[in-house]
């Protein structure tokens, strides 16, 4: 069965800098897209970035600048890097990766558990 387990994230003081991981196991056959969204309490979801199997990397407008998406194919994984944080961008981050099964594996776009981030002085 396919996993993806997150690690990083924590609490920050303003001006502050985090990293994020996003790795998936299971039998995949091929990764498309990664990416993070975010969800701040009493908000929607929002997406935050995501990096295509090329590495052609998108980022929303708070996240330009900011953040840097980054991916290892070769350990299935996705990282966000979060520098100058400030207190607005506090919210639990999730990961997501769009996976080919291996056979008897289902493909589709999978989830991590979520991490939170609080940037707080």
């Known amino acids: 069965q396919v996993q993806l387990v997150e690690s990083g994230g924590g609490s920050v003081q303003p001006g502050g800098s985090l990293g994020l991981s996003c790795s998936a196991s299971?039998?995949?056959?091929?990764?498309?897209?990664m990416g993070w969204f975010r969800q701040a309490p009493g908000k929607q979801r929002e997406l935050v970035a995501w990096?295509?199997?090329?590495?052609?990397?998108n980022y929303v407008d708070f996240a330009k600048g900011r953040f840097t998406i980054l991916r290892d194919n070769a350990k299935n994984t996705v990282y966000l890097q979060m520098y100058s944080l400030k207190p607005e961008d506090t919210a639990v981050y999730y990961c997501?990766?769009?996976?080919?099964?291996?056979?008897?594996?289902?493909?589709?776009?999978?989830w991590g558990q979520g991490t939170q981030v609080t940037v707080s002085s």
């Open positions: 299971g039998r995949i056959f091929d990764i498309r897209d």
């Open positions: 990096i295509s199997s090329g590495g052609r990397t």
């Open positions: 997501y990766q769009d996976i080919v099964g291996a056979i008897g594996e289902t493909t589709g776009h999978y």
